[in-house]
């Protein structure tokens, strides 16, 4: 097995491209995005990765000129490319190629399952993340309040792949219900929700003796400064802004509060 094998995701998508960097976090790699091809090519020349995963339509500059610019250098240009596209049109495919691309997935039809088995065929496999104490974690249980569905599941099985144990509530009101009977140690507490907000639960939350102490992070999509001073004064423990996260930083926020109450 190749250890520490270097992977570039230059994606302006961000779902997708935290999904390729955590599943190929996971598979053991040392995964790297970027979200434009010029700061790609920035990060290229820095971290000089083994492969590089590459999309088209980009801000700044688009995968073509990033690909013209590695054909320009020396040294770029021997790190094989994966071009990763919304459309797969024959003539998108033979210009890529031309400039010097080994492969081609298109978005639409890609898992990626089918991404870790190209770049197992051009680099090799990943060494797998170092084990986890399970015995720390496997206790622990997270609540996730969140009514978008995908969003949810997405944040559910990065935390199960950690070792939490989750619940998810898709509202404020089945949240306290919940809580009404299990009390997790931390909750993932979105705020704008139907029916009951998440400024409300945190306030019933915290008048009530049983559920006050339970660590809150609360995930907003606007992060204006009033909301954020608004969760602080309501008892949030943290705050994450839902456009600029990362799955690996919730992981890493999670982590840290746990750590800092002496529950890991």
């Keep these: 097995m190749n250890q520490g094998k270097k992977i ?23 995964a790297f ?3 434009n091809g010029e700061d790609g090519l920035r990060k290229m020349r820095e971290v000089k990765p083994d ?23 020396e040294t770029l240009k021997q790190i094989p490319v994966i071009i990763i596209s919304n459309s797969g049109q024959p003539v998108e495919l033979k210009r890529v190629i031309e400039l010097g691309a080994k492969d081609y997935i298109v978005k639409a039809q ?14 090799g496999g990943g060494a797998k993340s170092e084990a986890r104490d399970q015995n720390k974690i496997s206790g622990i249980k997270i609540l996730i309040v969140e009514d978008d569905p995908f969003l949810s599941s997405l944040t559910a099985g990065r935390l199960e792949k950690e070792g939490y144990k989750i619940s998810l509530a898709v509202d404020g009101t089945q949240a306290l219900k919940m ?3 299990d009390i997790p140690d931390l909750i993932l507490l979105d705020i704008i929700m139907p029916g009951m907000n998440g400024f409300e639960v945190l306030k019933t939350m915290k008048a009530n003796p049983k559920l006050k102490d339970i660590l809150v992070v609360v995930f907003s999509n606007l992060g204006q400064e009033h909301e954020m001073e608004e969760g602080k004064k309501l008892g949030a423990d943290d705050f994450l802004v839902k456009a600029k996260f990362t799955l690996k930083e919730v992981v890493d926020k999670i982590n840290g509060l746990l750590k800092k109450r002496g529950r890991i």
């Design 8 to 30: 570039l995701i230059i994606e302006d998508e961000q779902i997708l491209g935290d999904i390729l960097l955590n599943k190929l976090y996971d598979e053991g790699y040392a």
């Design 33 to 35: 995005w970027e979200s």
């Design 51 to 73: 492969l590089v995963l590459l999309d088209l339509v980009m801000p700044k500059k688009d995968g073509y000129e990033v690909l013209e610019e590695m054909g320009k250098d």
């Design 110 to 123: 890609f898992s990626p399952d089918e991404v870790l088995e190209k770049v197992r065929k051009y680099v």
């Design 179 to 181: 809580l009404e009977t």
